[in-house]
């Protein structure tokens, strides 16, 4: 109500009143002290109001500060895609990996080494069980699970690990572009730098380029690529790295007459006639030896040797009264070398 007219309200009011002058003087302002305590009452009362409002406006902000940056952020599809075709490119060119290197290193003794624990000869399947492990641990959580089967097997994984080269493999300016083609979204290509550094210090930089098909969210289900002529130049390199001091020639023969011949410098070959030499057995007495198949050649000595039916044995051409006789084991990795 406008505050005048309340007053000229209470001042007719007093008119009406029979009473004296000094007594309505006394009440009127006794109403109008009231009248203003009314009035200024209101002031704190709003002021209370906007405080509580604040205090509850700051509680909100506290207990729910930026929703934004409270909720996960939810990574985009082709996000996840490129990163794991990055992360197998990555894992697949920097090497050599140790790890790997000495599960291989078990699976080769495996057939060729009749002297290993583990040996079952090229025959038999070897135990693959940390081989695939390793795998799947390296690999598994980006690929689907048929496309991980396919990436070990056909392209194949661990392509560029290599344990008699001494080298180092890298790679850089991975790109990964997903296909514009509407009708094939899971479709991407990609690129990369690969640096292979060889022993001697030399350094060569390799192109690769190859597609990926992203099956499933985040995981590959097939990826094919290439590198030049990058395993070529690793070959090559392992091949001149080789101590040509270390060989093991082997001589067709005949009627004690030499056909043809072989040379091999593989450690690995190398030691399955050291093996065969180490652990064949003497034999007592000697009746007249037929012709020897084969004339072997090996740390500066030769040896006359005798191969069939998954037996063997062995003569030192210096001591040709003495036949030592192979294991069956070494007599079956022999034959499987030489066939």
């Not at 109403?31 to 009314?38: R, T």
Request: hydrophobic share 35%; with cysteine.
């Amino acid at each position: 109500m406008d505050r005048s007219k309340e007053f000229d309200e209470l001042f007719q009011e007093m008119k009406r009143i029979d009473r004296s002058d000094e007594s309505r003087r006394t009440s009127l302002l006794k109403l109008k002290s009231k009248a203003e305590k009314k009035r200024f009452n209101v002031v704190p009362v709003f002021i209370s109001i906007i405080v509580v409002a604040m205090a509850c406006l700051l509680v909100f902000v506290l207990v729910d500060p930026a929703p934004e940056k409270n909720l996960a952020v939810d990574i985009p599809l082709e996000d996840k895609n490129k990163a794991a075709i990055r992360t197998v490119l990555e894992k697949e060119f920097t090497g050599p990996n140790e790890e790997y290197l000495v599960i291989v290193e078990d699976l080769r003794r495996q057939q060729i080494d009749p002297t290993y624990e583990g040996y079952v000869g090229q025959e038999q399947p070897t135990d693959d069980t940390a081989w695939r492990a390793f795998a799947k641990e390296t690999y598994g959580d980006y690929f689907t699970e048929n496309g991980l089967e396919k990436f070990l097997m056909a392209t194949p994984a661990f392509m560029y690990q290599w344990d008699d080269l001494d080298y180092q493999l890298s790679i850089d300016d991975i790109k990964v572009t997903q296909s514009e083609n509407s009708n094939a979204p899971k479709n991407y290509s990609f690129t990369a730098k690969v640096t292979y550094k060889f022993k001697n210090g030399e350094t060569k930089l390799y192109e690769l380029k190859g597609e990926a098909i992203c099956s499933e969210e985040g995981k590959i289900g097939k990826i094919f690529y290439s590198t030049g002529n990058l395993l070529t130049q690793m070959n090559e390199d392992a091949n001149s790295s080789i101590d040509v001091t270390e060989k093991v020639s082997i001589f067709e023969m005949k009627d004690y007459v030499i056909k043809n011949g072989r040379e091999f410098i593989k450690p690995e070959v190398i030691n399955v006639f050291e093996n065969a030499i180490k652990t064949a057995e003497k034999i007592p007495g000697i009746s007249d030896a037929i012709s020897p198949h084969y004339k072997v050649e090996l740390n500066d000595e030769t040896f006359f040797l005798w191969l069939g039916d998954g037996q063997g044995s062995i003569m030192n051409v210096k001591d040709t009264h003495t036949v030592y006789e192979l294991t069956p084991e070494s007599a079956k990795a022999i034959e499987v070398t030489l066939n």
